[in-house]
Protein backbone atom coordinates (compact mmCIF):
# COMPACT_ATOMS: atom_id res chain seq x y z
CA UNK A 1 0.00 0.00 0.00
CA UNK A 2 1.34 3.15 -1.01
CA UNK A 3 0.56 6.06 1.29
CA UNK A 4 2.06 8.96 -1.25
CA UNK A 5 0.88 8.81 -4.29
CA UNK A 6 2.41 11.37 -6.98
CA UNK A 7 1.00 12.54 -10.38
CA UNK A 8 2.12 12.42 -13.45
CA UNK A 9 4.48 9.47 -13.02
CA UNK A 10 6.29 10.82 -16.07
CA UNK A 11 6.59 14.43 -17.82
CA UNK A 12 8.44 15.38 -20.73
CA UNK A 13 8.18 19.31 -21.74
CA UNK A 14 10.18 22.05 -23.98
CA UNK A 15 12.50 24.20 -22.06
CA UNK A 16 10.61 27.54 -20.79
CA UNK A 17 7.05 25.68 -20.48
CA UNK A 18 5.00 25.31 -16.62
CA UNK A 19 4.57 22.18 -14.57
CA UNK A 20 3.04 21.28 -11.67
CA UNK A 21 3.49 17.80 -9.50
CA UNK A 22 1.10 16.34 -7.11
CA UNK A 23 1.53 14.64 -4.46
CA UNK A 24 -1.99 12.92 -2.87
CA UNK A 25 -2.61 10.83 0.41
CA UNK A 26 -5.98 9.82 2.32
CA UNK A 27 -3.27 10.47 5.22
CA UNK A 28 -2.79 13.28 7.12
CA UNK A 29 0.74 14.72 7.62
CA UNK A 30 2.69 16.65 10.61
CA UNK A 31 4.91 18.01 7.78
CA UNK A 32 5.76 16.90 4.00
CA UNK A 33 8.95 17.47 2.24
CA UNK A 34 10.09 17.73 -1.28
CA UNK A 35 13.12 16.00 -2.82
CA UNK A 36 14.72 15.78 -5.96
CA UNK A 37 16.84 13.07 -7.25
CA UNK A 38 19.41 12.82 -10.17
CA UNK A 39 21.14 9.78 -11.20
CA UNK A 40 22.85 7.47 -9.54
CA UNK A 41 22.95 10.21 -6.30
CA UNK A 42 20.34 10.17 -3.02
CA UNK A 43 17.84 12.20 -2.70
CA UNK A 44 18.18 16.03 -1.79
CA UNK A 45 16.53 17.88 0.37
CA UNK A 46 14.18 21.12 -1.68
CA UNK A 47 11.49 22.19 1.06
CA UNK A 48 9.54 21.26 4.07
CA UNK A 49 5.96 22.72 4.59
CA UNK A 50 4.36 22.36 7.94
CA UNK A 51 1.51 23.95 8.40
CA UNK A 52 -1.68 23.62 5.83
CA UNK A 53 -1.92 25.93 3.30
CA UNK A 54 1.42 26.78 3.58
CA UNK A 55 3.66 28.19 0.28
CA UNK A 56 7.10 28.33 -0.06
CA UNK A 57 8.92 29.70 -3.09
CA UNK A 58 12.21 28.71 -4.00
CA UNK A 59 13.02 30.70 -7.01
CA UNK A 60 11.33 29.36 -10.00
CA UNK A 61 9.72 26.70 -7.95
CA UNK A 62 6.94 26.91 -5.96
CA UNK A 63 5.73 24.67 -3.20
CA UNK A 64 2.23 24.24 -2.05
CA UNK A 65 0.50 21.69 1.27
CA UNK A 66 -2.89 21.48 1.34
CA UNK A 67 -5.17 23.05 3.95
CA UNK A 68 -6.05 19.50 4.95
CA UNK A 69 -2.59 18.34 4.95
CA UNK A 70 -2.84 15.55 3.15
CA UNK A 71 -1.83 17.07 0.08
CA UNK A 72 0.77 18.84 -1.56
CA UNK A 73 1.87 20.97 -5.13
CA UNK A 74 5.21 21.41 -6.70
CA UNK A 75 5.17 24.21 -9.49
CA UNK A 76 8.00 25.08 -11.84
CA UNK A 77 7.59 28.23 -13.80
CA UNK A 78 9.90 28.39 -17.18
CA UNK A 79 11.47 25.33 -16.95
CA UNK A 80 15.00 25.04 -17.33
CA UNK A 81 17.08 21.58 -18.78
CA UNK A 82 18.89 21.72 -15.21
CA UNK A 83 15.42 20.76 -13.35
CA UNK A 84 15.91 17.42 -14.96
CA UNK A 85 15.37 14.94 -12.34
CA UNK A 86 13.35 12.70 -10.24
CA UNK A 87 11.36 14.48 -7.70
CA UNK A 88 9.77 12.73 -4.47
CA UNK A 89 7.44 13.86 -1.75
CA UNK A 90 7.74 12.79 1.41
CA UNK A 91 5.20 12.88 4.38
CA UNK A 92 5.99 12.39 8.28
CA UNK A 93 2.93 11.26 9.70
CA UNK A 94 4.09 8.90 12.54
CA UNK A 95 6.99 11.43 14.06
CA UNK A 96 10.26 10.51 12.75
CA UNK A 97 9.38 8.62 9.93
CA UNK A 98 9.12 9.63 6.47
CA UNK A 99 6.54 7.52 3.54
CA UNK A 100 8.18 8.38 -0.04
CA UNK A 101 5.86 9.07 -3.03
CA UNK A 102 6.53 6.88 -5.85
CA UNK A 103 8.57 9.92 -7.64
CA UNK A 104 7.83 12.38 -10.98
CA UNK A 105 10.87 11.82 -13.55
CA UNK A 106 10.50 15.14 -15.39
CA UNK A 107 13.04 15.78 -18.37
CA UNK A 108 13.07 18.98 -20.13
CA UNK A 109 13.84 19.02 -23.14
CA UNK A 110 16.34 22.12 -24.83
CA UNK B 1 33.29 17.10 6.66
CA UNK B 2 32.27 13.56 4.15
CA UNK B 3 28.39 13.84 5.91
CA UNK B 4 27.57 10.34 5.03
CA UNK B 5 29.34 7.23 3.11
CA UNK B 6 28.01 4.10 2.28
CA UNK B 7 29.88 0.94 1.55
CA UNK B 8 30.02 -1.10 -0.92
CA UNK B 9 29.05 1.11 -4.00
CA UNK B 10 27.61 -1.55 -5.41
CA UNK B 11 27.56 -5.52 -4.74
CA UNK B 12 26.95 -8.59 -6.83
CA UNK B 13 26.12 -11.14 -4.07
CA UNK B 14 24.52 -14.95 -4.61
CA UNK B 15 21.27 -15.99 -3.25
CA UNK B 16 21.51 -17.30 0.58
CA UNK B 17 24.79 -15.15 1.29
CA UNK B 18 25.11 -13.24 4.30
CA UNK B 19 25.66 -9.43 3.45
CA UNK B 20 25.81 -6.64 5.35
CA UNK B 21 25.58 -2.89 3.86
CA UNK B 22 27.57 0.54 5.63
CA UNK B 23 26.67 3.61 6.56
CA UNK B 24 28.55 6.06 9.06
CA UNK B 25 27.88 9.70 9.01
CA UNK B 26 30.05 12.34 10.62
CA UNK B 27 27.09 15.13 11.13
CA UNK B 28 26.50 13.91 14.71
CA UNK B 29 23.06 13.34 13.59
CA UNK B 30 20.79 11.09 16.17
CA UNK B 31 18.19 9.86 13.74
CA UNK B 32 19.22 7.61 11.00
CA UNK B 33 17.60 5.93 8.40
CA UNK B 34 17.64 2.72 6.08
CA UNK B 35 15.87 3.12 2.11
CA UNK B 36 15.51 0.79 -0.56
CA UNK B 37 14.29 2.34 -3.85
CA UNK B 38 12.75 0.50 -6.59
CA UNK B 39 11.49 1.38 -10.13
CA UNK B 40 8.03 2.57 -10.11
CA UNK B 41 7.75 2.28 -6.17
CA UNK B 42 9.43 5.26 -4.77
CA UNK B 43 11.52 5.06 -1.51
CA UNK B 44 10.48 2.71 1.13
CA UNK B 45 11.98 2.84 4.48
CA UNK B 46 13.12 -0.23 5.82
CA UNK B 47 14.71 0.39 9.44
CA UNK B 48 15.13 3.40 11.44
CA UNK B 49 17.06 4.62 15.09
CA UNK B 50 16.00 7.74 16.71
CA UNK B 51 19.14 7.74 18.57
CA UNK B 52 22.35 5.16 19.42
CA UNK B 53 20.85 2.17 21.02
CA UNK B 54 17.36 1.97 19.29
CA UNK B 55 16.03 1.01 16.45
CA UNK B 56 12.55 0.51 15.11
CA UNK B 57 11.16 -1.33 12.03
CA UNK B 58 9.85 0.61 9.05
CA UNK B 59 7.51 -0.36 5.90
CA UNK B 60 9.54 -3.24 4.30
CA UNK B 61 11.92 -4.30 7.76
CA UNK B 62 11.21 -8.25 6.47
CA UNK B 63 14.75 -9.91 5.52
CA UNK B 64 17.08 -7.15 7.15
CA UNK B 65 18.25 -6.64 10.55
CA UNK B 66 19.86 -3.34 11.83
CA UNK B 67 22.29 -2.37 15.26
CA UNK B 68 22.86 0.98 16.30
CA UNK B 69 25.90 0.58 18.92
CA UNK B 70 26.98 4.57 18.61
CA UNK B 71 26.13 7.57 16.61
CA UNK B 72 27.93 7.23 13.39
CA UNK B 73 27.37 3.95 12.24
CA UNK B 74 24.25 2.21 10.85
CA UNK B 75 24.66 -0.95 9.41
CA UNK B 76 21.95 -2.91 7.58
CA UNK B 77 22.60 -6.82 7.57
CA UNK B 78 20.82 -8.92 5.12
CA UNK B 79 21.16 -12.88 7.14
CA UNK B 80 20.30 -14.36 3.68
CA UNK B 81 20.05 -12.54 0.73
CA UNK B 82 16.95 -13.56 -1.69
CA UNK B 83 16.55 -11.97 -5.48
CA UNK B 84 13.89 -9.56 -4.06
CA UNK B 85 16.11 -7.90 -2.53
CA UNK B 86 17.89 -6.82 -5.62
CA UNK B 87 17.78 -2.94 -5.19
CA UNK B 88 19.58 0.39 -4.54
CA UNK B 89 19.91 0.87 -0.73
CA UNK B 90 20.13 4.44 0.82
CA UNK B 91 21.21 5.66 4.45
CA UNK B 92 20.20 8.65 5.56
CA UNK B 93 20.02 10.93 8.80
CA UNK B 94 18.75 13.86 10.41
CA UNK B 95 19.65 15.76 13.85
CA UNK B 96 16.06 15.32 15.64
CA UNK B 97 13.31 17.09 14.54
CA UNK B 98 10.74 16.00 11.84
CA UNK B 99 11.16 19.13 9.88
CA UNK B 100 15.01 18.96 10.26
CA UNK B 101 17.13 18.13 6.52
CA UNK B 102 17.89 14.59 5.96
CA UNK B 103 20.95 13.99 4.29
CA UNK B 104 21.23 10.89 2.36
CA UNK B 105 24.24 8.70 1.22
CA UNK B 106 25.24 7.92 -2.41
CA UNK B 107 23.28 4.79 -2.04
CA UNK B 108 24.68 1.23 -2.50
CA UNK B 109 23.52 -0.94 -5.88
CA UNK B 110 22.95 -4.69 -4.87
CA UNK B 111 21.99 -7.15 -7.16
CA UNK B 112 21.59 -10.74 -5.78
CA UNK B 113 21.22 -13.29 -7.99
Known amino acids: TQLLEQSPQFLSIQEGENLTVYCNSSSVFSSLQWYRQEPGEGPVLLVT?????EVKKLKRLTFQFGDARKDSSLHITAAQPGDTGLYLC??????????FGTGTSLTVIP | IAGITQAPTSQILAAGRRMTLRCTQDMRHNAMYWYRQDLGLGLRLIHYSNTAGTTGKGEVPDGYSVSRANTDDFPLTLASAVPSQTSVYFC????????????FGPGTRLTVL
Open chain 2, 92 to 103: ASKLQGSTDTQY
Open chain 1, 49 to 53: VVTGG
Open chain 1, 90 to 99: AGDYTGNQFY
